[in-house]
């Protein structure tokens, strides 16, 4: 299970934080600067996983499904994948987004339908590797073939995600917490609605406008720090 990576780990259900903020952000093209997922499918992967993708998109199958069968066209070992992600862009307002929460004592905490190595590397190429996780286990089996597991699935999640967001909304009933939620796309639309504050770009912002979800635009993350520095988000 996840708790073997020396990242650490975030238990969505066991947090103790009645009353208090917290920050949830999402990581492929929002922390990412392009959709690390789709890079490495678009590098290491046979072409057929487009066509698994368009059947997600047409909502077909799954996003576990999708991303199971996608996973399983990649050629690639370990450490080329680890490398690859390190050397991902990244928006450079994820270090002011974690200095503002921790000046304000917020928990900050990635919640992702990607690749928790990934991640880990992205991390630990700009010393984040503190920021809790929760995302889709990506693994090896014994003949060296990836596959996918989804400690943070939920089966009644409405999007049929591998990390169900959705679940942030079970957070929000039981401790009154003021959720304040950063996205960019289709995985966040169904927490969307569910959170006291949401900043929103791309597909997500485009999504919010046609379902009139209340959101607040943003372009980086420093746009999203200098709110919470200025405290009219945690007034909100």
């Not at 952000?25 to 066509?51: M, N, S």
């Not at 304000?104 to 919640?111: K, N, S």
């Not at 991390?123 to 693994?139: A, F, Q, Y």
Request: proline share 3%; with cysteine; aromatic share 8%.
């Amino acid at each position: 299970m996840l708790n073997h990576h020396p990242f650490k780990q975030a238990n969505l259900h066991g947090r103790r934080c009645a009353g208090r903020t917290e920050v949830f952000c999402a990581f492929d093209g929002t922390i990412t600067c392009r959709d690390a997922t789709v890079a490495v499918l678009e590098t290491f992967a046979l072409p057929a996983w487009r066509e698994w993708e368009q059947r997600w998109m047409n909502g077909e199958i799954s996003t576990q499904e999708c991303l199971s069968r996608q996973v399983e066209l990649i050629s690639a070992d370990r450490e080329t994948l680890i490398r690859f992600a390190a050397e991902l862009p990244i928006d450079e307002g994820i270090f002011a987004l974690e200095r503002q929460c921790a000046e304000y004592d917020i928990p900050l905490t990635i919640i992702s339908d990607g690749f928790d190595m990934l991640i880990e590397a992205t991390l630990r190429r700009h010393n984040l590797l503190h920021i809790p996780v929760l995302s889709n286990h990506l693994c090896w089996d014994t003949s060296g073939r990836l596959f996918l597991t989804y400690p943070f699935s939920m089966p009644e999640c409405t999007s049929r995600s591998g990390t169900c967001k959705c679940a942030l909304a079970q957070l929000i009933d039981s401790t009154s917490s003021h959720i304040i939620y950063i996205g960019d796309g289709q995985s966040d639309r169904c927490v969307s609605d569910k959170v006291q504050t949401l900043f929103a770009k791309g597909t997500l912002q485009t999504w919010c406008r046609n379902q009139m979800v209340p959101f607040r635009s943003f372009e980086t993350l420093t746009d999203v720090a200098e709110q919470i520095s200025s405290k009219k988000v945690l007034m909100s």
